[in-house]
């Protein structure tokens, strides 16, 4: 009996040394496996930080894919929260040390637009904008609804003959000043002279197209200049993004406005783009865009991006918010403008 004893314990003492060779071996190989890991989720991480911060660089040929790309550039951060938890479940330091890049260029970018802004009454103006929609099948609602902001301009687009005599009878009681030019109006408390149409009718378009107005309201404070304007629709498809007509629109707009004599401007409007897109650099080039706030307004059902657009020169535009949906496919955006 001893000596089988003793037998074993020699055997169970010589494979000891292997087992620990083993788990070793294994330990190690664990490590690299983990930090392989670590190093392919670092790779993604990098580039959701340099495409980001440097987007001006991505190539706008072919198929707009810089302004594909900036439409969506918020959208940046969901893409970090995804890295974030594979870290998390990889228990990668490598790739969570990596995403450290992506928040602070996400941050950089878009963390102001987080923050509180004014309070309400630093504003001299409030204005709403919003696209009603050829489709809308309750105008009535919807234009309720916009004057129970209570702002002072509200700026229309898509407005049809048949729904133009409804927005109008609802909305004078509030506002009695108003013009129309093609789908587009404006409604104020204060009064409007100088009303025109704005040509930013691009090349190729043979149908009746009129889309942009400019009118001068009498402020309490001063007189703006105020433009609407509807920029052609952007299609997505296999090729990339087509919006060469809204291009050429923005554009149009664009030397509209560096034209204005009046010094202060406001521009209310669907541009069918978002304020980073390249495609606005018209505009946002000479304009402030709003400081706080992402207000995505499209689509109405699960809004991705604000293309309903609140600008000013020489005033600033307070936080962008969105109004109860109404019945468009678009949510109404309202900010204060602050005049100086």
């Known amino acids: 009996m001893g000596e089988r004893n003793s037998s074993a314990t020699s055997a169970a003492g010589r494979a000891t040394p292997e087992r620990a060779r083993w788990w070793s071996a294994a330990g190690e190989a664990g490590n690299r496996s983990c ?3 670590g190093r392919l989720l670092a790779v993604p991480a990098v580039l959701t930080a340099v495409l980001p911060a440097f987007h001006g660089l991505v190539p706008n040929t072919p198929g707009h894919l810089g302004s594909l790309l900036e439409s969506f550039l ?15 479940l990889r228990r990668s330091a490598v790739a969570l040390l990596s995403l450290l890049l992506p928040v602070a260029a996400w941050t950089y970018l878009f963390g ?53 005599p409804v927005y109008e009878r609802t909305l ?28 930013i009718k691009p090349d190729g378009i043979t149908e009746p197209w009129s889309r942009g107005l400019r009118a001068a309201v009498r402020t309490p404070h001063r007189e703006v200049a105020v433009y ?9 498809h296999a090729a990339g993004l087509a919006s060469s007509r809204r291009d050429e629109s923005a554009d149009l707009l664009g030397k509209a406005v560096a034209a204005e004599k009046l010094g202060t401007v406001i521009l209310l409007g669907d541009l069918n783009s978002t304020v980073d897109d390249r495609g606005l650099a018209p505009l946002t080039s ?15 059902a699960f809004p991705v991006a604000r293309i309903d657009q609140i600008m000013a020169r020489s005033a600033t535009v307070g936080p962008i918010r969105t109004l109860p949906a109404t019945g468009s496919d678009h949510l109404p955006v309202i900010a204060g403008i602050g005049l100086g």
């Open 172 to 199: 004078a009681p509030h506002y009695p000043y108003h013009a129309v030019v093609g789908t587009v109006g404006l409604w104020s408390r204060h009064p409007l002279t100088d009303v025109e149409e704005v040509d």
């Open 228 to 236: 609407v304007a509807h920029l052609p629709s952007v299609r997505l």
């Open 112 to 164: 102001g637009l987080l923050l509180p802004g004014d309070e309400p009454g630093a504003h001299n103006l409030v204005v709403v904008q919003h696209n009603v929609s050829d489709e809308n099948t309750d105008p009535a609602g919807t234009a309720r609804t916009l004057a129970d902001a209570e702002p002072d301009v509200i700026a229309l687009e898509e407005l049809l003959p048949a729904a133009l």
């Open 74 to 88: 918020p959208w940046s951060g969901l893409v970090i929260a995804v890295l974030l938890g594979l870290a998390l």
């Open 35 to 37: 930090r392989t890991r």
């Open 286 to 300: 000479q304009m402030n865009v709003p400081a706080r706030g992402f207000a995505f307004s499209f689509p109405a």
